[in-house]
C-alpha cells in the first residue's frame, strides 16, 4: 500500500541513461552490473579465448580495415563490369534458390527478367525461374553487394568503386528511390519504365560525367562527413546524396547529352534521398574485403539476408557463410500496411553495420528515430553497446554527439558469444507479398545461430592450426 505513496528505490539494470534520468529526479537508485547470458559451446570459447594467433591476426584484420579507401572510378553495365553473364541474376544475402525465396525476391527476379526482354509477362518469368533456365548468385560472390533483394541483371549500370591502397574493387547497381521499386520486390510497369530510363538515359550520362572527372570521387570521405551532418549511412543518407550531387554536378552538365536529359538525372538524384547508398555500400564493401582470409581473426566480414536466411562470414574463415532463418524487422510501418505485411529482413545493406555505421552510429543520427521507431536515448544506447561487440574505434567515422569518438568497428565473434549481445541493424522493410513494394522501415538483428556455428568453426580452426 504505501508503494505510490512512499519515496521510490530503484534497482537499475543496464543502460545508465535510465538511472541518471531517476537520480536527476531524486530517487535512490542502485545499479546491478548485469549482462545478458552469453553462449556458445565454453570449449569452443575457451579455444578462441586462448588462440595465439587471434590478437595479431584481429589487429591485422582491423588495420586493414581502417586502411581502406573508395574512390568512384567508374559507372559501367553489370555484364561489362562484373562480366555477368546473360541469363544470370545477382540476389543480395547468402544462396539460395528459386523455391526458397520470399516473396520480394521473386518480385525483384520477376521484374529483371522483364526488364531484360527474358519472359513478356510475369508468369512467363516465373516459369523459366522455376525451371532453373536463369542462373542466380550471389552479388557477394562477384564483388558486390545490392540493397533490399540486390537483384542486378546484366543491362543494369553499376558503380564501379577502387580501393586506391589495395587496388580492390566494389560495385554496386544504382539506387532506384523510394516506394515501388524493384529492389523492394515490386515489378509493375512504373518500375520497369524507372528501370528503361535508368538503362538508357542515367547510366550513360553518369558514365561519361564520371570519366570526365579531373579527380575521382573520393566516397569514403563522403561518408565520414555525412556522420557529421546527421547521416547514419543506411537508413538515413540525406547528407551524403546532397554532397554527390554536388560532386558529381558540375560533371553532369558537362556532358554531351539533351538538356532534357542532363535536367531530368539532376532531378532525379536531388529527389533521391537514398541516393548515396549505393555508393556507401560497395565502399563498406571494400573495407571489409581487405580483412578476408586472416587466420585466426575472429572479426566478422559480411552480413547480409536474402529475405528468407541470415548469413555471416568472418575474416578467418573466408567464403564460408553460416546461415540461419531471418529474422522480422520491427519499426514503424507506411499507410495502412502492418506488422502482417512485412517480409523477413533482405538485403546486402547490412555492410554498413558490418563496417560499423548504419545502426553502429545511431547515435550520429537522432533523427533516425522517426523513421526506424524508438527513441533518442535508444539512438544513443545502441551505439554505445555496439562498442562492447567490437574491435575498434574507426577514427575515419566519427561520432560527434559521442565527443567525436570513432565508430564501433570490426564485429567479434567472441565478443558477440561472450556478452550474448547481437548486432544492431537499420533496415527497410519490404511487402512479403511480391509486387507490394516498400511498407515500412525499422531496426532488427541477425539471428543468433549464425553467430555460434562461426564460433564452433572458428574454434576448429584454431585447434586445427594449434
Not at 547514419?232 to 554536378?249: C, F, I, K, P
Not at 538524384?269 to 565502399?283: A, D, R, S, V, W
Not at 541470415?310 to 573466408?318: K, P
Request: with cysteine; aromatic share 6%.
Amino acid at each position: 500500500m504505501t508503494l505510490l505513496s512512499g519515496t521510490p528505490t530503484v534497482v537499475a539494470a543496464g543502460v545508465d541513461v535510465f538511472s541518471a534520468a531517476l537520480r536527476a529526479q531524486g530517487a535512490d537508485v542502485h545499479d546491478v552490473d548485469w549482462r545478458p547470458p552469453g553462449f556458445g559451446d565454453p570449449a569452443d570459447l575457451a579455444t578462441l579465448a586462448l588462440d595465439r594467433r587471434r590478437a595479431a591476426a584481429n589487429r591485422t584484420a582491423v588495420e586493414r580495415v581502417m586502411a581502406a579507401g573508395s574512390h568512384l572510378v567508374d559507372v559501367r553495365p553489370a555484364r561489362d563490369a562484373l562480366d555477368l553473364p546473360d541469363r544470370t541474376l545477382l540476389h543480395a544475402g547468402p544462396p539460395i534458390g528459386w523455391d526458397d525465396a520470399s516473396g520480394p525476391l521473386r518480385g525483384a527476379l520477376i521484374g529483371a527478367c522483364l526488364f531484360e526482354g527474358w519472359a513478356s509477362t510475369a508468369e512467363e518469368a516465373e516459369r523459366i525461374l522455376a525451371a532453373g533456365q536463369i542462373a542466380l548468385d550471389p552479388c557477394h560472390h562477384h564483388r558486390a553487394v545490392g540493397p533490399m533483394a540486390g537483384v542486378t541483371s546484366p543491362s543494369m549500370w553499376t558503380w564501379c568503386l577502387e580501393d586506391p591502397v589495395t587496388g580492390g574493387q566494389a560495385f554496386c547497381n544504382l539506387n532506384e528511390g523510394l516506394g515501388k521499386v524493384l529492389r523492394m520486390g515490386a515489378y509493375n510497369d512504373e518500375v520497369l519504365t524507372r528501370l528503361g530510363w535508368m538503362r538508357d538515359v542515367l547510366g550513360p550520362v553518369l558514365q561519361a560525367a564520371v570519366r570526365s572527372m579531373a579527380e575521382p570521387l573520393d566516397v569514403k570521405a563522403v561518408l565520414a562527413q555525412m556522420l557529421q551532418m546527421g547521416d547514419e549511412g543506411h537508413n538515413r543518407n540525406r547528407a551524403g546524396s546532397l554532397m554527390t550531387l554536388r560532386e558529381l554536378s558540375p560533371a553532369v552538365v558537362e556532358v554531351d547529352a539533351p538538356s532534357s536529359d542532363v535536367a531530368a538525372v539532376l532531378r532525379f538524384i536531388g529527389g533521391n534521398e537514398h541516393f548515396f547508398l549505393n555508393l556507401g555500400m560497395p565502399t563498406a564493401k571494400l573495407a571489409m574485403d581487405a580483412a578476408r582470409n586472416v587466420p585466426g581473426s575472429t572479426m566478422v566480414t559480411v552480413m547480409s539476408r536474402n529475405g528468407t536466411e541470415f548469413g555471416i562470414q568472418t575474416a578467418g574463415t573466408g567464403d564460408r557463410w553460416f546461415t540461419a532463418p531471418a529474422n522480422t524487422p520491427v519499426g514503424l510501418f507506411l499507410g495502412d500496411y502492418g506488422p502482417d505485411d512485412a517480409n523477413p529482413d533482405i538485403g546486402d545493406s547490412a555492410i554498413m553495420e558490418t563496417y560499423g555505421v548504419g545502426g553502429f552510429t545511431m547515435a550520429a543520427a537522432p533523427a533516425i528515430v522517426r523513421f526506424v521507431g524508438g527513441t533518442v536515448p535508444d539512438a544513443l544506447a545502441t551505439t554505445e553497446r555496439m562498442y562492447q561487440l567490437t574491435l575498434a574505434e574507426n577514427p575515419a567515422m566519427q561520432v560527434p554527439i559521442l565527443g567525436f569518438r570513432g565508430s564501433p568497428t570490426g564485429i567479434d565473434v567472441l565478443a558477440v558469444a561472450r556478452t550474448g549481445w547481437l548486432p544492431q541493424i537499420n533496415t527497410g522493410m519490404a511487402g512479403r507479398v511480391a509486387g507490394t513494394g516498400q511498407v515500412g522501415a525499422g531496426l532488427v538483428q541477425p539471428p543468433r545461430a549464425c553467430f555460434e556455428q562461426a564460433l564452433a568453426a572458428l574454434a576448429a580452426e584454431a585447434r586445427t592450426a594449434a
